[in-house]
């Protein structure tokens, strides 16, 4: 999981970084590493520093000022001693609430994973699709105003999961995921209206990318599953300047306790 590099407690983060110009990629855990290796598909030779907040893990769960607070302060102090070429918020459940106040203090470009209602509007052949994330995405004003601005036509589930990011934890430590806990969690999607079912699903936490072979092995019928990962690493590409990421050095994976 963690290709070569060890986790590293995070407080040695703040004690020298090894080169300026590093990727910083931060999650609660370890979803935003579906989001690190699109980056590297795309950006192969990219020193990646990956922040893994574990000690706050689960974000779903934070009352959202709080929250907020909590992850610009985390940048910030991260950045002072980094001095990262870009950001990427890849978590849905942060990136839903603090994109704008992370681009407003930040001078370099902050990438963010929001769910991805626009491309589920315009893959459903039924017109039914479901948006599965945690349950602080699924109550962010962003969520709302992308169903409104992309499919407000479109009968939509959106499914608060509150074990799911557990779970696929669970499966990166090597543990059995329970499959009748996860089937519970996602057969709220599952919904027919008007003779028409849901054909999409929208993976809207980065973490649940892991669980996607166990949720087809459950699932009531065959969907398609809609992951972000791709278009954030392409996002990165398009707003990052070549010449500042740092190449030639070992990707970093570092854990807050
Ligand atoms: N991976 C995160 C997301 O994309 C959050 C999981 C959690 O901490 O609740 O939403």
Redesign the pocket.
Known sequence: MLTGSPAIPFQQMHMQADTSGRVLVL???V??LSVQREIKRMLPDAALLYLADRAA?????WDAAALREHICALVVSVSEVWQPSAVVI??????TLVLKSLREIMSVPVVG?VPAIKPAASQTQSGVFAVL??P??VKRDYTQDLIIEFAPEHHIALVGATGL?ALAEDKLAGRVVDLDRLLQEIVPCFVEKDGQRTDCIVL????YPFLQEEMEQVAPWPVTWIDPAPAIAKRLVQVVEPETIATGFEDLFFLTS
Do not use: Q, R
């Open positions: 999650d609660s855990g979803g935003g893990f689960p974000y779903g769960d890849a978590c849905n459940t942060a990136s994973t994330a945690t602080g995405t990011a809207g936490c980065t973490h």
